[in-house]
C-alpha cells in the first residue's frame, strides 16, 4: 500500500509478539485502503508531495498573447511577473498504541483487530476532518482555524480570505473581484454564478475561463434536494412547456457530512462551486503530504508491543479563483433584489 510504511524493532520476529506483526500490519493497510477509496480529499484538493521544511507558492501573471509580426518579424518580449506569494510549513502528526504481553499470553485475539483498526481510522478520519474544517473555515470566511490546539493559516496568497468580497489584483490594482454569494441555492443562482466564475480575471486583467464542474454542499436535507432537483433531470419541471434544462448532467455532486457538522450553525446551507480542472493546473485548494504514514513497531520498556505512527501533512489555499460559494451572510448578490 502506497499510503503507509512499515518498520519492525529487531527481535519481534523471534519474540513473543512475532506472530502478530504479520496480522496487525494486514489490519492496518486494509482499514487505510477502505478510507483512501471513500476520501473526499482528492476531489477538494491538488494532492502533492514535498522534500522541503517550509514550501514557497508563488503564482505567475499571465503571459502576454502571441502577436502578429509579419515575415521574419521580432519575437516579442512578454511582460508577466510573479503574483502573490504565500508559504506553506508542515505540521507532525502522531499515535500510538499498544498490545500488552498478556493479552498475547492470554489469546485476547479481539485486540489483534481492534486496535489496529482504531488506530488507522483516527489517523484517516483525522485527514477527512482537518481537510473539511480548512473549507467550512473558509466559508465562515476566517483567515485561520485551530485544529488540535493548533492554528493554521487558509487564507488565499492575497492574504484575503478564500471567500470575500475584494479579491485585490497583483498588477491592475483597480480590479476587486468577488468569489462571495448571499444568494440561496436555485437553478438561477447556480446558473449566475458559473457566469460569475466564468469571468472570474487575473493579476493583469485577463479572463482566464474559469469553468466550474463541481458543486460541494454540506448533508442538508433541504440544500440536497434543491441541488438535486435542480441537476437531475434533463427537463425543467417548473416550466409549462417542460423546456430543456440544460444544467443537467454537467455537474459532480459532492456532499460532506463533515461538513455540515463544522460550519457555523447561521450558515447551514451553504454551496461551493469549485473547477477541478482550474484547482489542479493552479493549485486553489493545496494538500501536502511532506512524510505519508509510517508505522513503527518495537518492544516498550513494559514489556508491551508498542505501534508507532507518524506523518508530517498540512493543507491551504492559494489561488482563490478555483471557487466561489454561495448562501453565506455578507456576501455579493448574484441578482439584485
Known amino acids: 500500500m502506497a499510503g503507509i510504511t512499515f518498520t519492525e524493532g529487531s527481535g519481534l520476529q523471534d519474540s513473543v509478539f512475532g506472530k502478530i506483526q504479520a496480522p496487525i500490519k494486514r489490519f492496518i493497510e486494509k482499514r487505510g485502503e477502505e478510507f483512501e477509496k471513500a476520501s473526499l480529499l482528492p476531489h477538494l484538493f491538488l494532492m502533492d508531495t514535498s522534500k522541503n521544511a517550509v514550501d514557497a507558492i508563488v503564482t505567475m501573471t499571465a503571459m502576454d498573447g502571441f502577436e502578429p509580426v509579419g515575415e521574419n518579424g521580432e519575437y516579442p518580449r512578454t511582460s508577466f511577473q510573479e503574483g502573490f506569494k504565500k508559504f506553506l510549513e508542515y505540521e507532525t502528526w502522531k499515535q500510538s498504541f499498544s498490545v500488552s504481553k498478556e493479552a498475547i499470553e492470554d489469546g485476547k485475539l479481539m485486540d489483534l483487530k481492534k486496535q489496529p483498526t482504531a488506530f488507522t481510522t483516527a489517523y484517516y478520519r483525522g485527514r477527512e476532518i482537518f481537510g473539511i474544517q480548512a ?109 430543456f434544462n440544460f444544467q443537467y448532467g454537467r455537474w459532480r455532486v459532492i456532499i460532506s457530512s463533515y461538513l455540515k457538522e463544522l460550519l457555523p450553525k447561521s450558515d447551514t446551507a451553504p454551496w461551493i462551486l469549485m473547477d477541478s480542472g482550474y484547482n489542479k493546473t493552479y493549485g ?17 520498556h513494559n514489556d508491551a508491543n508498542e505501534w508507532l505512527g507518524r506523518a508530517r501533512f498540512s493543507a491551504t489555499f492559494n489561488d482563490w479563483r478555483f471557487a466561489c460559494v454561495g448562501g453565506v451572510t455578507g456576501g455579493t448578490q448574484l441578482k439584485s433584489a
Open 135 to 243: 473549507y467550512a473555515s473558509a466559508v465562515a470566511q476566517k483567515k485561520e482555524f485551530s485544529h488540535k490546539d493548533k492554528t493554521f493559516d487558509i487564507r488565499s496568497a492575497d492574504k484575503e480570505t478564500v471567500f470575500s468580497t475584494k479579491h485585490p489584483a497583483k498588477v491592475d490594482e483597480k480590479l476587486k473581484q468577488s468569489n462571495c454569494f448571499s444568494d440561496a441555492f436555485s437553478l438561477d443562482a447556480l446558473t449566475r454564478a458559473e457566469v460569475a466564475m466564468h469571468h472570474f480575471k487575473g493579476d493583469n486583467g485577463e479572463l482566464l475561463a474559469v469553468a466550474p464542474d463541481t458543486i460541494l454542499i454540506p448533508d442538508d436535507p433541504d440544500l440536497m434536494t434543491a441541488v438535486l432537483a435542480a441537476i437531475g433531470a434533463d427537463k425543467e419541471p417548473t416550466t409549462g412547456n417542460n423546456a
Open 284 to 300: 486553489g485548494a493545496l494538500w501536502t503530504d511532506r512524510v505519508k504514514l509510517e508505522v513503527r513497531s518495537e518492544v516498550a
